[in-house]
Antibody
C-alpha cells in the first residue's frame, strides 16, 4: 500500500524550531519529488516547498513566506522526508501534509494524514 | 505567486450540476495544462479528483470533469450527490517547480 505518514508536530513558541518527518512506503521513494503543503485552521491549502529526487538534482524550492526559514531534506536510505522549521511565527500554525505525484504528473495524488503545528506563546 | 481565485461557495440540489471556476494568470493556469483539482472533507487529507486539466485518476467518478480556457480552469460535478459536499481546491503548476493553490470553494448540497 502506498502510504505517507507525518510526525513531529506540536506546540512551539514564536521564534522556536521544529522538525517534521514523513515516512514513505509502498513506492520508490528515491525517485519521487516530494512536497510539503500546509493548511492553517479554517483556511485553504498552501504549497510550502519541494525537493527533487537525487537523480534530478535533489534541489529544493520554497514558497516566499517560508523561504530562508524552512529547509526540506530527504534520507532515501530511510525513505523519509523532513521539514526543518526555524524562526517560527504564529502564522505558521497549520496542519502540514507531505505529498507527492505518483501516477498523475505534476499533481499530488498521494497525501499523508497531516501533522498539526501550533506556534503560540 | 498569488493564490488562484475561486468562489468561496457554491451550492446545488441533488441531481443538478455545478461548476467551480479557478482563475489564475498567464504565468500559471494560462501557461500549463497542469491544473489539478482536490476534494477535501472536514478533518481529512485532500483527494486528487482531476489532473492535467481534465483527466480523472482511477476510481474517481465520471461525474467529475475539468476544462480550461485561457487563464481560467473549471471543475464540473454532474448528478450532485450528498457525498460530494466538501471543499474543493484547484492547483496549478507555475513553472520552475513551483505550485500554487486556489483559495478553496465550499460546495453545499442542498
Amino acid at each position: 500500500e502506498v502510504q505517507l505518514v507525518e510526525s513531529g508536530g506540536g506546540l512551539v513558541k514564536p521564534g522556536g524550531s521544529l522538525r517534521l518527518s514523513c515516512a514513505a512506503s509502498g513506492f520508490t521513494f528515491s525517485n519521487a519529488w516530494m512536497s510539503w503543503v500546509r493548511q492553517a485552521p479554517g483556511k485553504g491549502l498552501e504549497w510550502v516547498g519541494r525537493i527533487k529526487s537525487k537523480t534530478d538534482g535533489g534541489t529544493t524550492d520554497y514558497a516566499a513566506p517560508v523561504k530562508g526559514r524552512f529547509t526540506i531534506s530527504r534520507d532515501d536510505s530511510k525513505n523519509t522526508l523532513y521539514l526543518q522549521m526555524n524562526s517560527l511565527k504564529t502564522e505558521d500554525t497549520a496542519v502540514y501534509y507531505c505529498t507527492t505525484f505518483y501516477t498523475a504528473p505534476y499533481a499530488f495524488d498521494i497525501w499523508g494524514q497531516g501533522t498539526m503545528v501550533t506556534v503560540s506563546s | 505567486q498569488s493564490a488562484l481565485t475561486q468562489p468561496a461557495s457554491v451550492s446545488g440540489s441533488p441531481g443538478q450540476s455545478i461548476t467551480i471556476s479557478c482563475t489564475g494568470t498567464s504565468s500559471d493556469v494560462g501557461s500549463y495544462n497542469l491544473v489539478s483539482w482536490y476534494q477535501q472533507h472536514p478533518g481529512k487529507a485532500p483527494k486528487l479528483m482531476i489532473y492535467e486539466v481534465s483527466k480523472r485518476p482511477s476510481g474517481v467518478s465520471n461525474r467529475f470533469s475539468g476544462s480550461k480556457s485561457g487563464n481560467t480552469a473549471s471543475l464540473t460535478i454532474s448528478g450532485l450527490q450528498a457525498e460530494d459536499e466538501a471543499d474543493y481546491y484547484c492547483c496549478s503548476y507555475a513553472g520552475s517547480s513551483f505550485w500554487v493553490f486556489g483559495g478553496g470553494t465550499k460546495l453545499t448540497v442542498l
